[in-house]
């Protein structure tokens, strides 16, 4: 993983204001992205809200280069700290 992709997973920690919970799911499926590739296995059953959230939000990224979810979680990470 590049440094600068680090450095943004790190700060993410440290933001002091909640992202929300959209924007929680939004750096969850880059980073997945990013650091798995596309999606893989089955979408989880309709009771398991989150799972199955988590699952629709990464798959939506299906064919996104692992340099440009990188890339676009960096750019989301410096955009949250600059609301800050």
Known sequence: ???????????????????????KLALYALFKQASDGDVKGKRPGFTDFVGRAKYDAWAALSGTSAEQAKADY???VAELQAAE
């Open 1 to 23: 993983m590049s440094d600068a992709f680090q450095d943004a997973v790190a700060a993410v920690g440290t933001l002091s204001k909640d992202p929300g919970p959209q924007v």
């Open 74 to 76: 960096i750019a989301k």
